[in-house]
């Protein structure tokens, strides 16, 4: 069975970090793409990184590119979104979710896989 564990998520004030983690199992850890998603209250889901098991590609939204860098550890079937100087417009529940059997990665991919979230709160 795939699962998809989050964790990490908290209260920071505004200009803080916080890392997330996204621990994943039932699966060979090498043909994947693994994205972060985020929802905040009253709006839609939206995509913010991804990156790819086999060709390490990474994919980010303009909200947080230069901010946020995601990264895997193959060893540990962990996927990791390193968030830094975070703003109050990226408080939301963030889920990781995946799509197997893949080489690449990319934002269009429909993931077949979801984690339960992780909320990020920050305050200003």
């Known amino acids: 069975e795939v699962q998809l564990v989050e964790s990490g998520g908290g209260l920071v004030q505004a200009g803080g970090s916080l890392r997330l983690s996204c621990a994943a199992s039932?699966?060979?850890?090498?043909?994947?793409?693994i994205g972060w998603f985020r929802q905040a209250p009253g709006k839609e889901r939206e995509g913010v990184s991804w990156?790819?098991?086999?060709?390490?590609?990474?994919h980010y939204a303009d909200s947080v590119k230069g901010r946020f860098t995601i990264s895997s550890d193959n060893g540990k079937s962990t996927v990791y979104l390193q968030m830094n100087s975070l703003q109050p417009e990226d408080t939301a529940v963030y889920y990781c979710?995946?799509?197997?059997?893949?080489?690449?990665?990319?934002?269009?991919?429909?993931?077949?896989?979801w984690g339960k979230g992780t909320p990020v709160t920050i305050s200003s």
């Open positions: 039932g699966f060979t850890f090498e043909d994947y793409c």
């Open positions: 990156i790819g098991g086999r060709d390490a590609s990474t």
């Open positions: 979710a995946a799509r197997l059997r893949v080489w690449g990665c990319s934002p269009q991919y429909v993931m077949d896989y």
